[in-house]
């Protein structure tokens, strides 16, 4: 069962392999909620949780992924890293590379005729994760697209 989630998030990919930086926000009354509440023996509110912790999640193009807990993530760095990494589309620059912290560095290459980007993203996990770093190789996204997405991402922190 998937909990139904709201909550910003910004996903950095395709439907095959993204990385996405999220704070998931349940809802104590959607019933999927409850009944996975139920299940964990927890009230729905415990369950939910505050909505206020944000996390990074990948997943690769065999389908394998993970994420981990960001609990020192505050709401405008998010911003921070989705604005950093929205002037840089541009490619004025040619090839860059946008850090979110210590977890995420996003090394990004632009595509024949500047119309889609190629991400290839560097995942550390903090201290205290029992998952190793690893390298995630994002196929072609379209460049318009992730612009139109960041601009939503930075809107829905506002």
């Known amino acids: 069962m998937s909990p139904a989630m709201g909550g910003p998030a910004l996903f950095i990919g395709t439907d095959t392999a993204y990385v996405a930086v999220v704070r998931p926000r349940l809802d104590p009354a959607d019933p999927e909620v409850r009944a996975a509440a ?13 909505g206020n912790v944000w996390a990074l999640m990948w997943e690769d193009e065999t389908g394998a992924g993970g994420g981990f807990e960001l609990p020192g993530l505050r709401d405008a760095e998010a911003e ?12 004025e620059t040619g090839p860059f590379v946008v850090g979110a912290g210590e977890v995420l560095r996003l090394q990004a290459h632009p595509g024949p005729g500047g119309a889609d980007c190629r991400f290839l993203a560097a995942i550390t996990p903090p201290e205290g994760e029992e998952l190793p770093p690893l390298t995630l190789e994002i196929p072609p996204v379209d460049a318009d697209a992730l612009r139109a997405d960041l601009e939503d991402f930075r809107r829905s922190l506002a």
Do not use: H, K, Y
């Open 38 to 50: 139920e299940q964990t023996g927890v009230s729905p509110e415990e369950f939910a949780g505050p």
């Open 80 to 91: 921070d890293f989705a604005a950093r990494l929205l002037a840089e589309l541009s490619f």
